[in-house]
């Protein structure tokens, strides 16, 4: 199996890319790399280029360009390089900590959509507490400003497959995030995606999942808009952080007694800054396209950028995208022997 590396992406590259993928490389031997990026930066960097090829790119898409206008103008990039290398059959899946946007447009424009997904989403990992599985999945957390209720139906079909293959999750519970648990609460849009995910047998659907509950184990994956799903995962990374920051500002700026109770304590903090780290669970995957595309933060260090290769190990093992695409195309063939029947009738 192979990944195509944007080795440039990212506020550490490629140093920390370089170093995240020597470790993955160690870890997992049926991997292998391609580096697309400046050789001669990214060769200084390497020790070791067993299974990992680099090939050169002259152009980097910086994290200001405007997405599209940068997957069409820099052919020569790293991160349409390695697109391309997916489209072509010569990498199995994409991985960048680059520009979001170019590379959501590099998933839909290069790699392109499995036939039957009208809007591909973004999923994000997030941890919960006081459950077993240590975490859900958002979906759609941004690919899309706007969606119809169709789309979030179908993200809770490509949610409920990823929580199987990558999660391990038997049968993962969906929920609709929404202002109020009550099946009339919401918009037209998350009042019509309830009724379609409540008709739909094959989905565990749990109902209506409110914003101050979505850490308190209500769902293993929830489906939303990509505004809503966005403002969710910033504010839930954004107070995550505040806390952790002021919890420090609070004990530095107290007695004695605080930094020695603090000293005590230090292995609770750190467990439970492991706790809501969301860097071991990966990165954020493209959904609905035709290969893994997978996005980790901008200002990924080595460590991140190990557990999301991990992450992409996982979805190619368990062959994640060939189910879905066969998924799809059953489904698209029920529908136009509908069509027929309606018809002839």
Do not use: W
């Amino acid at each position: 199996m192979k990944i195509a590396v944007d080795a440039m992406g990212g506020d550490h590259a490629p140093e920390a890319i370089v170093a995240g993928v020597a470790k993955a490389r160690d870890q997992y031997p049926h991997l292998e790399f391609l580096l697309y990026g400046k050789s001669e930066q990214i060769s200084k960097l390497l020790t070791d280029q067993t299974r990992i090829k680099i090939i050169q790119a002259d152009e980097v898409i910086g994290m200001n360009d405007e997405p599209v206008r940068a997957i069409r103008r820099k052919k020569q990039s790293s991160l349409v390089l390695a697109a391309q290398a997916v489209k072509s059959g010569e990498a199995d899946a994409l991985f960048s900590c680059g520009n979001t946007g170019a590379l959501l447009t590099a998933g839909l424009l290069i790699v392109g959509r499995i036939k039957g997904i009208v809007r591909p989403g973004l999923l994000s990992t997030l941890p919960m507490i006081g459950e077993q599985t240590g975490a859900f999945n958002l979906l759609d957390s941004g690919a899309n400003a706007e969606n119809k209720a169709e789309h979030l139906h179908q993200y809770a079909i490509l949610g409920k497959y990823y929580a199987q293959k990558v999660r391990g999750i038997a049968d993962p519970r969906i929920g609709l995030l929404n202002n109020g648990t009550e099946p009339h609460k919401g918009s037209k849009i998350t009042q019509e995606a309830y009724q379609l995910l409540q008709a739909d047998p094959a989905i565990n659907f749990v109902g209506n999942v409110e914003a101050n509950s979505v850490l308190r184990n209500q769902a293993d994956v929830i489906v939303a808009d990509g505004f809503m799903g966005n403002t969710l995962l910033k504010s839930i990374e954004g107070t995550a952080s505040a806390i952790m920051h002021l919890l420090k500002e609070t004990i530095m700026n107290s007695g004695v007694s605080s930094k020695l109770g603090a000293v005590l304590l230090k292995p609770a903090f750190k467990q439970l800054k492991a706790k809501i780290n969301q860097a071991q669970y990966g990165g954020a995957v493209l959904l609905g396209v035709k290969a893994p595309v997978v996005k980790a933060h901008g200002a990924s260090d080595a460590e991140t950028v190990y557990y999301t290769l991990g992450q992409i190990e996982q979805m190619l093992k368990e062959q994640m995208i060939p189910d879905l695409v066969d998924y799809f195309s059953k489904l698209n063939q029920v529908e136009k022997n509908k069509v027929i029947e309606e018809k002839s009738k």
